[in-house]
């Protein structure tokens, strides 16, 4: 029984400490583990959660090569049951299906993206009130000077940028997230406020 054990508990490390490698190895090539520290801290519990599976994994193969019997021994006899087994088995489970979703999920598990900070956030905002507001904006100070052209062509350009950032937003093209009816719910109502056509 602590043959299994021993298995998933090492199955485990390896797929934990993988995962914290996917994690910290962006935030550092893009220089974001200071600033980003929900992912260096998300990074740290797979780690610490790796070493742990890991050196029991180790504890108990070691008395095969005569090393550290009493404590091996003894942990092999601690992890002997089912209940033991059958935890650490879930948890290597866990951290396998944790890969088999990387590519469905590719485009957000990618880089830093996979934790949004603030800054991430105050960037969206920026273009979307550079791309979005101001050409409407600009379409609505060019229909009140009755420059009807100029207002169509801003609403066509903010449309076009406004597609265009819904589109970075979802996903980069070929990577789009396998979504089931019902997924994506506002949540709130659309508003669309307009007034009622009045005849001359």
């Known amino acids: 029984m602590w043959q299994l054990d021993m298995t998933a508990n ?14 910290l190895i962006p935030l550092v090539r893009e220089g974001h583990l ?9 990074a740290a519990i797979f780690l610490t959660s790796a070493v742990h599976h890991g050196s029991h994994a180790v504890q108990m193969v070691l008395p095969v090569f005569g090393i550290e019997m009493h404590q091996g021994l003894a942990l092999r006899t601690a992890f002997s049951g089912w209940h033991t087994v059958i935890g650490d088995v879930v948890s290597a489970w866990v951290g396998i299906y944790y890969w088999t979703m990387r590519r469905t999920y590719g485009s957000l598990m990618r880089g830093a993206t996979l934790f949004e900070d603030m800054n991430e956030r105050q960037r969206q905002a920026l273009e ?6 101001q050409g409407l904006f600009v379409a609505q100070t ?5 420059e009807r052209e100029i207002s169509q062509e801003a609403l066509r350009s903010t449309l076009d940028s406004a597609r265009q950032i819904i589109s970075d937003l979802l996903g980069d093209s070929g990577t789009e997230l396998e979504l089931g009816p019902g997924q994506l719910v506002r949540g709130k109502p659309a508003m669309v406020a307009a007034r009622p056509m009045v005849g001359p």
């Open 128 to 133: 979307i009130n550079d791309n979005i507001v």
């Open 34 to 42: 200071r600033a980003n520290r929900l992912g260096a801290a998300t």
């Open 10 to 23: 090492l199955m485990v490390a390896l797929a934990y400490l993988a995962i914290a490698g996917a994690i």
């Open 142 to 146: 060019a229909l009140a000077l009755d």
